[in-house]
């Protein structure tokens, strides 16, 4: 998926990918408690998502959950 060209809020690509692989943000926070100790609730990570305050750790261990890559290109070439 490539969005560079499409204005984009967090919580929209989230959801995106996590269609994109059958997963819903039910199971995405139990794979986070499991695998990196999130005490969030499904509550807490939709807040984060509608406030646009999520960390970007977050989002880099969402991406590796969903086995996706986040990579930043130079737009001066």
Do not use: C, P, W
């Not at 996590?18 to 990570?45: A, D, P, W």
């Not at 750790?57 to 986040?70: G, W």
């Amino acid at each position: 998926m490539n969005f560079e060209s499409e204005n984009i809020s967090i919580k929209e690509l989230i959801k995106m990918l996590l269609l994109s692989r059958g997963m819903s943000m039910n199971k995405l926070v139990q794979i986070l408690h499991e695998t990196k100790g999130f005490s969030g609730s499904y509550s807490n990570l939709f807040g984060k998502l509608q406030r646009g305050t999520i960390k970007f750790d977050e989002v880099r261990e969402i991406a590796k959950i969903l086995d996706y890559s986040i990579i930043f290109k130079d737009n001066k070439n």
